[in-house]
């Protein structure tokens, strides 16, 4: 379709050409990663699991939107309801956007929106130039905050299209702690589900709750209704202890078997394993009996008869060498920390994708 100036709407803009502002809630516009704009999972379930589920049901971490444009110009604008702050975290990861074209199944890095609501305002509006040529757009929502609309804004006269969107469109799940949501990372496309989303074409639901991911019944039962193709079980930091991991990570894993009898599961142990033993005062024991915690229920899963399970070794994603190098604070990921999860954990999940989802 053209964009004409009755599809749009007038919001701010005083630096270029004034654009014609979409609501991305509207086709030809697709979103990804949210269950309803702009929230993760839905309301009553995230009331149900927790204060702190609840708060962050709502952040944005690994939503993006989709489309096709001509447009030379391509500005974001996000009414904020609220946002987090982190000292771990930099402004434009917690508030700002980033954009990727896709050409030729490989997804290309394009710019940054960076937040520029200033004092006192409510809102994120900033613009990158293009050459005008068409192009399959791809724009990444930031980590910790919520909006209460968000808007796209083109050229007047410019051609509006859907995006082919991924390869793989039946999504990958990935559920766990502020590590999954993102804490740590440099821009809102860094995290490794977003990274791996990337690198194997595929569409993804990103379900990090940081300090908050405890298994409870309640989220692991709405996460087995999600339709998916390989489900992320990242589930270890936020258990307040061994005794609880051992309590709840196996009795998660069997509700979603429940109803998700042969969705491949791809259980993954905490990859800040020798930081926390050696600064935190958490013994080896400690981190180590967590570890074994998830092994014994991947070797039960296995022994069970389950022929779709995986295990991932937090402790070995990080190689030896730079291991110091790939955290921000010695348990969030920086980038680097991020790039290698993401190939660890991808690698594994590329086993499972089929090419007819």
């Given at each position: ?20 502002y ?7 516009f ?5 269950c ?6 839905p ?33 974001v604008?996000?009414?904020?309801n609220f946002?987090?702050t ?5 402004e ?34 900033s613009?990158?130039?293009f ?7 791809f ?7 919520h909006?209460?609309?968000v ?7 410019c ?14 799940v ?7 949501q ?29 300090g ?5 019944p ?38 979603f078997?429940?109803?998700q009898?042969d ?5 993954v ?18 981190n ?15 022994k ?8 991932i ?15 921000i ?5 920086n ?23």
């Open positions: 379709m053209k964009v004409t100036r009755e599809l749009g709407k007038v919001l701010t803009d005083t630096t270029m050409s004034s654009p014609v979409l609501d991305i809630t509207k086709e030809p697709k979103l990804h990663g949210f309803e704009p702009f929230r993760r999972v309301k009553d379930v995230a009331d149900a699991t927790s204060e702190g589920v609840s708060r962050l049901a709502c952040c944005s971490a690994g939503g993006r939107v989709s489309f096709r444009t001509d447009s030379d110009f391509i500005v604008h996000g009414d904020i946002h987090n982190a000292v771990t975290m930099s434009l990861a917690l508030t700002g956007f980033d954009i990727h074209f896709k050409e030729n199944g490989k997804f290309l890095f394009k710019g940054v929106f960076g937040p520029s609501q200033g004092t006192g305002k409510n809102y994120v509006e613009r990158l130039r050459d005008g040529e068409m192009h399959d757009v724009v990444n929502f930031p980590i910790d905050t909006f209460d609309s808007y796209i804004g083109l050229r007047e006269g051609t509006l299209e859907a995006s082919d969107g991924y390869k793989y469109k039946e999504n990958v990935f559920y766990g702690s502020s590590i999954v993102g804490i740590g990372a440099s821009r809102p496309s860094s995290i490794y589900t977003s990274v791996i989303s990337r690198d194997l074409d595929t569409d993804f639901i990103n379900l990090g709750v940081a908050n991911a405890k298994a409870e309640t989220i692991m039962e709405y996460i087995s209704s999600l339709p998916m193709s390989v489900f992320v079980y990242d589930y270890d930091h936020n258990a307040p202890d061994p005794d609880y991991l051992e309590k709840t990570h196996y009795r998660g894993y069997e509700i078997r429940k109803n009898p969705t491949p599961v791809i259980m142990s905490k990859p800040d394993y020798y930081f926390d033993n050696k600064m935190l005062n958490s013994s080896v024991v400690s180590e009996r967590r570890r074994q915690i998830i092994i014994a229920d991947y070797e039960r899963a296995l069970n008869g389950d022929k779709n399970i995986s295990f070794d937090g402790s070995k994603i990080y190689p030896e060498r730079v291991r110091d190098d790939c955290t604070d010695g348990c969030h990921p980038d680097m920390g991020y790039r290698y999860m993401a190939d660890a954990i991808g690698a594994e999940i590329k086993k499972y994708l089929k090419d007819d989802m």
